[in-house]
């Protein structure tokens, strides 16, 4: 049926590996060069330009040019969400080294996702959240309650936003954790506050002393990575 077809040629776009792997890291919601996803991918900087022009003009990419470099980021957080509920569905990649069976292990412990914390933490910081009656769950959202927007304040986040919100599936966990503009100011102030930092894996999210000991002592979170 012709109302498919255009279905069809971004699944077609998504479909290759190294497209895939482009989008994948990108999913955090940052710019890189295409120099970086060359080496990210593996393939020469020709393959790579070549990938990159047909995810750009298939509408997943968008790139700005600064200098003498252009800078690829996903055009908006559908992209990212629709990689996620791909990585759901999909059958687990064989670890082939102790490196990759590391990288897995945190990155299934913590990372971001379109700039917002998901992960094991993702899920246990939601559940808790949910627990303690900030957020409200429904069946395909979240609703920020008033004791959340009381405890927002609190804890520094200054936020507008009262539309519902969005209720991502964790690819890793097959539970869900919050998404949108509020768990993205979230996960800056969790920053901020120094409770997590950046992992040297891309994507990865470290948790530092003071970060475990807070989860703990406010939301009751025990890390166990």
């Not at 996620?84 to 687990?92: D, F, L, Q, V």
């Not at 082939?96 to 990155?107: D, G, T």
Request: a positive charge; glycine letters at 8%.
């Amino acid at each position: 049926m012709n109302m498919y077809k255009n279905i069809a040629s971004i699944a077609a776009l998504i479909g290759d590996q190294t497209r895939t792997t482009i989008l994948a890291s990108l999913a955090d919601g940052k710019a890189l060069t295409a120099g970086e996803l060359s080496r990210i991918t593996k393939v020469s900087p020709q393959t790579a330009s070549s990938h990159l022009t047909k995810l750009v003009d298939g509408g997943l990419l968008t790139v700005q040019i600064q200098g003498r470099h252009r800078y690829y980021r996903l055009s908006s957080s559908s992209v990212a969400e629709i990689i996620e509920a791909i990585a759901k569905i999909a059958p687990p990649s064989p670890i082939r080294s102790l490196r990759e069976s590391e990288q897995a292990k945190r990155l299934r412990f913590a990372r971001t996702c379109y700039k917002h914390l998901a992960g094991e933490l993702g899920v246990a910081f939601t559940t808790a959240l949910v627990q303690k009656g900030y957020f409200q769950e429904g069946e395909e959202s979240y609703q920020l309650t008033p004791s959340g927007s009381q405890w927002l304040n609190e804890f520094g986040v200054k936020t507008n936003h009262t539309e519902p919100i969005p209720r991502h599936i964790d690819w890793t966990e097959r539970r869900h954790h919050i998404g949108g503009p509020i768990a993205v100011c979230i996960t800056r102030r969790l920053t901020e506050l120094e409770w997590i930092a950046e992992g040297e894996i891309r994507r990865s999210i470290v948790v530092s002393s003071l970060g475990r000991s807070m989860f703990e002592q406010e939301f009751q979170i025990k890390l166990w990575s």
